[in-house]
């Protein structure tokens, strides 16, 4: 099992700054991709970044520029930078993990999401 610990949301004004962390535990013997979704009030949930790897990155394409992910594989933690926010960056933010557990199986886990509000 892996279990994943999200923190850092919170309510921020136009333009501020947020670092959202994703911390995972477990019988974890590597993990493959850590991500961040998100999924604003009636909206489907969507890609935010992913890392893979040794660290390459992927971003949609409303936040390029403004996000960056980045992860420490030694505490197996995700990290999500914010920059240069704006009303529309409001969502519940999830953290993805692909990690390769005890046993050899591979184990895909959400976290229970953490919430963005950007004031106008």
Request: glycine share 12%.
């Amino acid at each position: 099992q892996v279990q994943l610990e999200e923190s850092g949301g919170g309510l921020v004004q136009a333009g501020g700054s947020l670092r959202l962390s994703c911390a995972a535990s477990g019988n974890i013997v590597s993990i493959d991709t850590m991500a961040w979704y998100r999924q604003a009030q009636g909206k489907q949930r969507d890609l935010v970044a992913v890392i893979i790897g040794r660290g390459n990155t992927n971003y949609g394409d409303s936040v390029k520029g403004r996000f960056a992910i980045s992860r420490d594989n030694a505490k197996n933690t995700a990290y999500l930078q914010m920059n240069s926010l704006k009303p529309e960056d409001t969502a519940v933010y999830y953290c993805y993990v692909s990690a390769k557990v005890s046993g050899g199986n591979y184990r895909n886990s959400w976290g229970q999401g953490t919430q963005v509000t950007v004031s106008s």
